[in-house]
């Protein structure tokens, strides 16, 4: 059971880690990344295009240009062909190889600016000479030739002009025996290519806003489907406020928070005491309607950076700042104060525990960040704090102080040491005698449990039994103290005392099990101790638990030869009931009878006629925590059976408590002979 609810705790630990660090943040990066890989993409092919376009241009002007070459390279000595050459409209001038001009066609308007230009994906690469009668092209800072988009676009914008754009350039061609060929050549850009080049790039653009367009949609829509889910996993469906989950993720962001470093925030835990009645009276829906209202009057307070929200069933955490206790105090019984007059026709009552986390303070005096400290553990110290208050406590207000924690401190130190504790048996069987209270003589004895630790000393159980029995380890207690308390009777008797029954406490946990008798059977054979001397006590409170399996379990006990007891009555709410069911053989009447305002006339009447009922009922009476003469005088004139108390004994340890018990006479007379 510890081990599954450790688990389940790790998973939900696990589970609001992955929701505190979750956002829509993550969609959005991706499908950002998406619209820059896609518009990289078509920028890309665009430029492919417009490589290609140029290329094309180009190569319609240099094959010109490299057809007159080949001609004049093939007939420069025949008059035909030069005359046909002639005739071209390209201008050009060859030079030999020591670049001296050997012949001259039309006008060299060649100036000094040369780049480079390279086509063909950079495999080829010319220099290109700028055409004085032109400004479309330019030279970068890299010596590159590049064409004047600005020229280019004022051309293009230009619609009283119809002509072609034809840009010179001249261009080396080399020839055979070092000669060479410079000629010019016209890139020619018509409007309808240009156009249609801009019809391309604008079809580029548009899917490339399509694709954005659709691209944040779906980004906007992740966004909103996201706050959507988070504010469901972070809603209250009883309250329609926050929940649980909401409170540990941004409460632990908002006290660990570097900019809130400077503040005093105290956790809170607030109960509503009568909603379990009240749904009684009324309906779950309505009582659900009312945790809606408190939830809404309780937001209603709230300052910036505080929190609110629904933890457990009648169970509110809040998140508050604070300047000082005082103050805070005063705030949250103004909160009590109104949540009391929720309804005109009840009067309500609300508990409040708090626990503090004020500013950080570093061994210089210096205030700095607050790290690791979890709002979940301050909201279970300003819970155990609440549960000071006690259950029959009204309304009120408990903070969470240094008494407190060393409350918890020292439930984990017990928690921690007992498994070892038992294994080592250093919980020691402590012995306290009952008696005739008409005879004095010894009738039986109450085992019960002490911690002799070697590393915190002698330890009563109110320090460890309340802890055992929250965290179910009292069932090993009971377990250990029977076993141990079986073998001292059996040791007894084999050394010849004239034993009495001895009582062992056994808790209401045991009687989840069908076959407890059968296992405190099986413990005290084991021993090879008779059952009669065994008493099995149970707690009055155990009688109000699963009352058939009770009965079934007492019946079965007796039927071995057990007596059993019932511990503690008139402690609570006894029922006189559960007397005529439960086929009891001692009833043990609470010291309470005995102290305070239950003493006097009144108590004694109360106590005489709960003797005469046991009597009449073939049960024995105990009265237990009696320490005063005249209790025992009017105990032994009611009748009643023994009484255990300071009186006549303390618990004692087993040695002293066999100083108490007398040996047969045989017994004594075999000791005798042994010392002579």
Same mark, same amino acid.
């Not at 004022?154 to 002509?163: I, L, Q, R, S, Y």
């Not at 924690?405 to 007992?418: L, P």
């Not at 012995?431 to 004895?445: C, E, M, V």
């Not at 001292?488 to 056994?506: F, I, R, T």
């Given at each position: 059971m510890t081990n599954t609810k450790t688990q389940r705790k790790k998973n939900n630990e696990k589970l609001y880690k992955k929701i505190r660090n979750t956002s829509s943040w993550g969609s959005t990066v991706v499908y950002l990344l998406m619209i820059i890989l896609f518009i990289a993409m078509l920028v890309v092919l665009a430029g492919f295009v417009l490589q290609y376009f140029v290329e094309t241009k180009?190569?319609? &002007?240099?094959?010109? @240009?490299?057809?007159? #070459?080949?001609?004049? $390279?093939m007939g420069s000595d025949d008059k035909k062909v030069m005359e046909y050459i002639e005739s071209g409209d390209s201008d050009f001038y060859v030079t030999d190889q020591n670049g001296k001009i050997i012949y001259r066609k039309g006008k060299d308007t060649r100036t000094d600016t040369s780049g480079k230009v390279s086509f063909l994906n950079g495999e080829e690469s010319y220099t290109l000479y700028v055409d004085s009668e032109t400004d479309f092209?330019?030279?970068?800072? +890299?010596?590159? =030739?590049r064409l004047s988009v600005g020229k280019f676009i004022e051309w293009f914008t230009d619609v009283a002009d119809d002509e072609d754009a034809k840009v010179p350039v001249w261009v080396n061609i080399s020839l055979s025996g070092g000669r060479k060929l410079v000629g010019k050549m016209y890139f020619i850009i018509t409007k309808r290519d240009t156009i249609l080049v801009v019809e391309l790039m604008s079809a580029f653009l548009a899917i490339v806003i399509v694709f954005c367009v659709l691209a944040f949609v779906r980004i906007i829509r992740s966004v909103v489907n996201y706050r959507r889910v988070v504010r469901l996993f972070y809603s209250d469906p009883t309250t329609g406020g926050h929940n649980w989950n909401w409170y540990v993720r941004y409460g632990d962001e908002r006290i660990n928070s570097l900019r809130r470093k400077k503040e005093s925030f105290a956790v809170v835990n607030i109960v509503f005491r009568n909603y379990r009645n009240y749904c009684l009276c009324h309906s779950? #829906?309505? &009582? $659900? +309607? =009312? =945790?809606?209202? @408190?939830n809404y009057q309780l937001s209603q307070e709230l300052g910036k950076d505080e929190m609110c929200a629904h933890a457990t069933m009648s169970n509110f955490a809040m998140l508050l700042k604070y300047k000082s206790e005082q103050q805070l105090r005063e705030r949250l019984d103004g909160f009590i104060e109104k949540l009391r007059g929720i309804e005109s026709e009840h009067n309500f009552d609300f508990q409040i525990g708090a626990d503090l986390i004020p500013p950080k303070v570093n061994d210089g005096g210096k205030i700095v960040r607050r790290k690791g400290r979890s709002v979940e553990n301050a909201y279970n110290n300003a819970c155990a704090a609440r549960a000071e208050l006690g259950e029959t406590e009204e309304s009120g207000v408990r903070i969470f102080d240094n008494a407190l924690f060393e409350q918890q401190r020292w439930?984990? @130190? *017990?928690?921690q040491h007992q498994y070892n504790a038992l294994k080592n048996e250093e919980f020691v069987v402590y012995y306290q005698p009952k008696y005739d209270p008409r005879t004095n003589a010894l009738k039986g004895a109450e085992a019960l449990v002490r911690w002799d630790s070697p590393e915190f000393g002698f330890v009563t159980p109110g320090r460890i039994i309340p802890i055992f029995e929250k965290n179910g380890f009292i069932t090993e207690i009971d377990h250990y103290m029977l076993k141990h308390v079986a073998r001292d009777q059996k040791a007894w008797l084999d050394e010849g005392y004239e034993c009495v029954p001895v009582s062992v406490n056994v808790s209401r946990a045991h009687f989840i099990e069908t076959d407890l008798a059968q296992q405190i059977r099986d413990i005290v054979d084991a021993a090879q101790c008779p059952h009669g001397l065994i008493e099995i006590e149970l707690t009055e409170s155990a009688f109000f638990d699963d009352k058939k399996a009770m009965i079934a379990t007492i019946r079965k006990l007796k039927e071995y030869g057990f007596a059993v007891s019932m511990d503690d009555f008139g402690a609570g709410y006894s029922s006189l009931n559960s007397l005529k069911d439960m086929p009891l053989d001692v009833l043990k009447l609470d010291a309470d009878f005995f102290r305070g305002e239950? #003493? &006097?006339?009144?108590? $004694?009447?109360? *106590?005489?006629?709960a @003797?005469? =009922? #046991?009597k009449s009922l073939d049960m024995r009476t105990v009265a237990e925590g009696i320490e005063q003469k005249d209790q025992v005088d009017f105990l032994a004139q009611q009748g009643c059976d023994m009484i255990q108390g300071y009186y006549f004994a303390k618990p004692m340890p087993k040695n002293e408590y066999t100083e108490k018990m007398s040996r047969s006479d045989s017994a004594q007379n075999d000791a005798h002979t042994e010392m002579q």
């Amino acid at each position: 059971m510890t081990n599954t609810k450790t688990q389940r705790k790790k998973n939900n630990e696990k589970l609001y880690k992955k929701i505190r660090n979750t956002s829509s943040w993550g969609s959005t990066v991706v499908y950002l990344l998406m619209i820059i890989l896609f518009i990289a993409m078509l920028v890309v092919l665009a430029g492919f295009v417009l490589q290609y376009f140029v290329e094309t241009k180009y190569a319609e &002007g240099y094959s010109e @240009i490299e057809h007159t #070459a080949r001609l004049y $390279e093939m007939g420069s000595d025949d008059k035909k062909v030069m005359e046909y050459i002639e005739s071209g409209d390209s201008d050009f001038y060859v030079t030999d190889q020591n670049g001296k001009i050997i012949y001259r066609k039309g006008k060299d308007t060649r100036t000094d600016t040369s780049g480079k230009v390279s086509f063909l994906n950079g495999e080829e690469s010319y220099t290109l000479y700028v055409d004085s009668e032109t400004d479309f092209l330019y030279v970068d800072n +890299d010596s590159n =030739l590049r064409l004047s988009v600005g020229k280019f676009i004022e051309w293009f914008t230009d619609v009283a002009d119809d002509e072609d754009a034809k840009v010179p350039v001249w261009v080396n061609i080399s020839l055979s025996g070092g000669r060479k060929l410079v000629g010019k050549m016209y890139f020619i850009i018509t409007k309808r290519d240009t156009i249609l080049v801009v019809e391309l790039m604008s079809a580029f653009l548009a899917i490339v806003i399509v694709f954005c367009v659709l691209a944040f949609v779906r980004i906007i829509r992740s966004v909103v489907n996201y706050r959507r889910v988070v504010r469901l996993f972070y809603s209250d469906p009883t309250t329609g406020g926050h929940n649980w989950n909401w409170y540990v993720r941004y409460g632990d962001e908002r006290i660990n928070s570097l900019r809130r470093k400077k503040e005093s925030f105290a956790v809170v835990n607030i109960v509503f005491r009568n909603y379990r009645n009240y749904c009684l009276c009324h309906s779950m #829906a309505e &009582g $659900e +309607d =009312l =945790l809606a209202e @408190i939830n809404y009057q309780l937001s209603q307070e709230l300052g910036k950076d505080e929190m609110c929200a629904h933890a457990t069933m009648s169970n509110f955490a809040m998140l508050l700042k604070y300047k000082s206790e005082q103050q805070l105090r005063e705030r949250l019984d103004g909160f009590i104060e109104k949540l009391r007059g929720i309804e005109s026709e009840h009067n309500f009552d609300f508990q409040i525990g708090a626990d503090l986390i004020p500013p950080k303070v570093n061994d210089g005096g210096k205030i700095v960040r607050r790290k690791g400290r979890s709002v979940e553990n301050a909201y279970n110290n300003a819970c155990a704090a609440r549960a000071e208050l006690g259950e029959t406590e009204e309304s009120g207000v408990r903070i969470f102080d240094n008494a407190l924690f060393e409350q918890q401190r020292w439930r984990d @130190i *017990v928690q921690q040491h007992q498994y070892n504790a038992l294994k080592n048996e250093e919980f020691v069987v402590y012995y306290q005698p009952k008696y005739d209270p008409r005879t004095n003589a010894l009738k039986g004895a109450e085992a019960l449990v002490r911690w002799d630790s070697p590393e915190f000393g002698f330890v009563t159980p109110g320090r460890i039994i309340p802890i055992f029995e929250k965290n179910g380890f009292i069932t090993e207690i009971d377990h250990y103290m029977l076993k141990h308390v079986a073998r001292d009777q059996k040791a007894w008797l084999d050394e010849g005392y004239e034993c009495v029954p001895v009582s062992v406490n056994v808790s209401r946990a045991h009687f989840i099990e069908t076959d407890l008798a059968q296992q405190i059977r099986d413990i005290v054979d084991a021993a090879q101790c008779p059952h009669g001397l065994i008493e099995i006590e149970l707690t009055e409170s155990a009688f109000f638990d699963d009352k058939k399996a009770m009965i079934a379990t007492i019946r079965k006990l007796k039927e071995y030869g057990f007596a059993v007891s019932m511990d503690d009555f008139g402690a609570g709410y006894s029922s006189l009931n559960s007397l005529k069911d439960m086929p009891l053989d001692v009833l043990k009447l609470d010291a309470d009878f005995f102290r305070g305002e239950n #003493a &006097g006339q009144r108590g $004694e009447i109360v *106590v005489s006629e709960a @003797i005469r =009922l #046991a009597k009449s009922l073939d049960m024995r009476t105990v009265a237990e925590g009696i320490e005063q003469k005249d209790q025992v005088d009017f105990l032994a004139q009611q009748g009643c059976d023994m009484i255990q108390g300071y009186y006549f004994a303390k618990p004692m340890p087993k040695n002293e408590y066999t100083e108490k018990m007398s040996r047969s006479d045989s017994a004594q007379n075999d000791a005798h002979t042994e010392m002579q």
